[in-house]
């Protein structure tokens, strides 16, 4: 009998170390399968480093080439800088490319990205496609050593950590309808420095996702460790990537950055804003800034798609001889309007009451003499205060007779437009804005228990210059900035408004190009310029030096 008990004693005690065994060999494999994850977590540890940098004479060796991104037309190269140091201009560096005698060619431009310490060094393409592309520091010839490469047309290419704590991630490659929700169950958000390599990866649920814009949870590791994301001592910053699911995430060249300011309470810094996307319009931005600035525009959020025309000397003069709150943002990423205005909009939500999103060639014309002030005080004020985007019809304007740059500028130069109005252009309260962050260019999805109002065209219109004297008409033809609007030169959607009437596919200047889309004679925003700006002495105005 004492035996029998014995046994059942140890055969009680044996079940519980059975036990035991088994939960230490689960938690081994546990946290062997985890392992990969938890080092997201350590700051030191970077398991597939990019190649050794290399010290070059004259040259901190903590200049790197991190990443090069192939365009159709040019390579863009990011290379990352110390703090303090004397950045590069396009004269001090040459694009290298590894063939079998090392080509080189002068870069397009030499951008800088302090918030990331970084420089943008747009190179030509060259032939064969696929050509590693590396930078020659003049005069010693040293290289950098090259970079991952990557593709444009699949591609995770910004984000940002929103007020909520969700990460927006914009992406090119997943070919979503413009202006439609897409089913966010058939995606994933992964974060990592390398999003190939799927053991060493966080994985989030997406939110939702639209055109290019997709909206992910945001790990609580990383929100746990900002600094990990904007330390420029960090050989590489941690990435956000989109996979559909059952297949491989897009590369990604995006860091998750909190660029947002957190929501302030009381009355925002501006009233009115305008955000706009522009490329080589440097010599037509005096005239339009300065205008409305005139009419009540406050703040503007100027992104920069590629240009080579100097355009921030322009800016420069305008902030600071004349003491107009304007900015200028690098976004070299082509085709992208769309997106670069949701990004604008997240910017502008925390400062601007009222965000208005147009072209360098639409100017606000307000027949009855209020400033855009007034307008919006008057909107504010009246019952209807669940109105949260205002639409505003455009006249199209044609070249008025014109063969040159009218000196005096567009607002004086161009009289003659078309009859009926086309389209309309929004100005918006962003905090109303759609999670998704919507928006077609022209106007924005809002948030459910919000509208728009249709503006009086004798209270509030655009001029739109959209088909201007051909030599500046012709630069529109060559490229356009919008995702979901054809090139003219695309044999696509020919009845599609965004092309001009009767023109084709080729940029071949019609001969009755000046005398072109005239139906009415419009001279009310030409009067109120001339009233407003022109000099009594001279008879100029304060732009004209820069269009001669």
């Known amino acids: 009998m004492k035996h029998r008990k014995k046994r059942t004693v140890l055969a009680a005690i044996q079940i519980p170390r059975r036990f035991l065994f088994w939960c230490i060999l689960l938690l081994v494999c546990f946290a062997g399968f985890t392992f990969s994850s938890v080092r997201l977590l350590f700051r030191g540890f970077y398991p597939w480093r990019l190649a050794a940098k290399t010290a070059i004479s004259g040259v901190s060796p903590e200049f790197s080439i991190i990443e090069t991104v192939e365009f159709p037309d040019e390579t863009l190269v990011f290379l990352k800088y110390p703090p303090l140091t004397p950045l590069f201009t396009k004269h001090d560096i040459d ?72 990460t927006i991630v914009f992406v090119k490659g997943f070919n979503l309808r ?28 997406v939110i939702s996702i639209a055109q290019e814009i997709v909206r992910c949870e945001t790990p609580l ?53 305008v955000c706009t996307m522009l490329r080589n319009q440097a010599s ?22 590629n240009s080579l025309d100097d355009i ?36 502008a939500r925390d400062v601007c009451e009222w965000v208005g999103f147009m072209d360098v060639d639409e100017f606000f014309h307000l027949p009855t003499g209020l400033s855009l002030l007034d307008i919006l005080r008057n909107q504010s004020q009246n019952s209807n205060s669940n109105v949260a985007e205002l ?49 077609v260019v022209h106007h924005f999805h809002l948030k459910s228990g919000f509208r728009y109002a249709n503006m009086d065209r004798n209270v509030m219109v655009i001029n739109h210059y959209k088909y201007q004297v051909w030599d500046v008409f012709k630069e529109k033809f060559y ?22 009437p009767g023109l084709g596919t080729r940029a071949v200047e019609p001969l009755d190009w000046s005398s072109r889309f005239c139906e009415v004679i419009d001279t009310g925003l030409r009067n109120r310029v001339a009233e407003m700006f022109t000099d009594p002495n001279t008879g100029n105005l304060p732009w004209q030096k820069s269009l001669t």
């Not at 800088?112 to 520091?137: A, H, W, Y």
């Not at 107009?324 to 769309?338: A, F, L």
Request: aromatic residues 8%.
């Open 479 to 500: 490229r356009r900035v919008a995702t979901y609007v054809s090139d003219w030169q695309q044999h696509r959607n020919i009845e599609s408004k965004d092309r001009a």
């Open 221 to 273: 590791s990383i929100l746990n460790n900002p600094q990990r994301f904007i330390d420029s001592n960090m050989d590489q910053p941690i990435k956000v990537s989109v996979r559909m699911v059952g297949k491989e995430p897009l590369q990604s060249i995006a860091s998750p950055k909190r660029r947002l300011q957190l929501n302030l309470p009381g009355q925002k810094q501006h009233q009115m804003c």
């Open 312 to 347: 921030e000397d322009v800016v420069k003069v305008l902030s600071v001889d004349q003491n107009i709150n304007v900015t200028r943002h690098v976004w070299p990423w082509i085709k992208t309007q769309e997106a670069g205005f949701a990004h604008c909009a997240l910017r």
């Open 95 to 166: 694009c290298l490319y590894l063939t079998p005698n090392n080509s080189s060619q002068s870069p397009h431009s030499v951008e800088n990205d302090e918030f990331l310490s970084q420089q943008i060094i747009r190179c030509p393409l060259i032939k064969p496609r696929g050509m590693l592309t590396s930078l020659s520091v003049k005069p010693t010839g040293h290289t950098f050593p090259i970079g991952p490469t990557r593709r444009w047309h699949s591609l995770a290419y910004e984000a940002m950590i929103d007020h909520d704590n969700t």
């Open 178 to 205: 413009g202006g439609k929700q897409s089913d966010p169950s058939k995606f994933k958000c992964v974060y990592g420095w390398d999003v190939k390599k799927p053991k060493l990866l966080l994985h989030s649920d």
């Open 284 to 305: 037509f931005l005096q005239e339009w800034i300065m205008y409305h600035s005139k009419i009540g525009v406050q703040r503007w959020f100027i992104y920069d798609n």
């Open 391 to 439: 639409r505003v019809s455009c006249h199209n304007f044609g070249p008025s007779g014109l063969k040159h740059v009218p000196t005096q500028g567009v607002t004086m130069g161009y009289n003659c437009r078309m009859i009926a109005p086309e389209r309309h252009k929004s100005i918006v309260k962003p905090e109303a804005l759609n999670s998704t962050l919507i928006n």
